[in-house]
């Protein structure tokens, strides 16, 4: 029987340059789809998926993640005096157990490889999960759920993947579709990083979530720079592939792509048409906006 995945690390050191000026002193992981945080997010996904440890790798100017996540109590006894109960449960409800979060530093940017690297001591010899807070999951059950269930079946490292069009695998990280082991999973026998169409495995992309095995560690460790100059987490999972299985988990839901700015206005959109408390009054707003676009 596989190891559970208990922990779950989230690299969150990234400066946000692309959404400049408004990451210049906020971290882009606090920005909002609709009223919360892509971070909280990416957290309330873990925590369905069963998992007990929030790891965060940060850097600096990322001191509000962690005050985000931790009990504001000013704030709770201006609500409390004013009656404020719905907003007090609210925070209670986002507020993870004591003892549940770590944080440590990315003190130079190296790349995701080294991000995750960086959480070596907090996870530990055991398999754990990976989440990028930019890609924000739509789905039901959630896609790190979805990715523990195959796990669950196949062990080894697990891999959420999406389509994409086949036109545009040169913009992600491509794996090959081996054999079938369910509707959902599949064993990868291959990983490219941004194949050209022509040459391309297939059109399924790697989406930003992964269940990977300690052993990843030690070859981050001897990893050498890649692309960028970084430590890339996808050389080392092609070293680890010579030692162990990797599995694709077709992730059966939306994936918004929020380190970008169209991907990020998509998901307010798509989430807000769904809050039953804003929905209404938030659609015929659309409307007219599309409407005088002509």
């Not at 130079?108 to 990976?130: D, S």
Request: hydrophobic share 40%; aromatic share 8%; charged share 25%.
């Amino acid at each position: 029987m596989s190891a559970p995945i208990r922990k779950a690390v989230f690299p969150v050191a990234g400066l946000g340059t692309r959404f400049l000026p408004a990451t210049k002193a906020m971290p882009k992981e606090m920005l909002t789809v609709v009223d919360r945080p892509l971070i909280q997010y990416a957290v309330d996904e873990a925590r369905e998926a069963g998992i007990e440890h929030f790891i965060f790798v940060t850097g600096r100017n990322k001191a509000v993640i962690e005050d985000h996540f931790d009990v504001q109590y000013e704030l709770e006894a201006t609500l409390s005096g004013r009656g404020k109960n719905e907003a007090l449960a609210l925070l209670a409800k986002d507020l993870p157990k004591p003892g549940s979060t770590s944080f440590t530093r990315q003190q130079v940017p190296l790349g995701l490889g080294h991000a995750v690297w960086c959480a070596r001591e907090l996870v530990g010899n055991e398999p754990f999960a990976v989440l990028l807070p930019d890609m924000v999951m739509k789905g039901e059950p959630s896609c790190l759920r979805q990715m523990v269930e195959a796990y669950n079946e196949t062990g080894g490292n697990v891999l959420a993947v999406s389509e994409c069009d086949p036109a545009e695998t040169n913009q992600y990280g491509v794996v090959g579709i081996g054999a079938e082991l369910s509707n959902a999973a599949f064993r990868i026998n291959a990983m490219v990083e941004k194949p050209k169409p022509e040459v391309a495995p297939s059109n399924l992309y790697i989406n930003g979530r992964y269940i990977l095995q300690p052993q990843i560690f030690d070859l981050l460790s001897k990893q050498e720079r890649g692309a960028g100059n970084e430590i890339q987490l996808t050389d080392a999972m092609l070293k680890l592939m010579e030692k162990q299985y990797f599995y694709g988990c077709r992730f059966d839901g939306e994936v918004y792509d929020c380190g970008n700015k169209v991907g990020f206005l998509a998901a307010n959109v798509a989430f807000a048409l769904e809050r039953a408390d804003i929905a209404a009054e938030f659609r015929p707003e659309l409307d007219r906006l599309l409407a005088r676009q002509g």
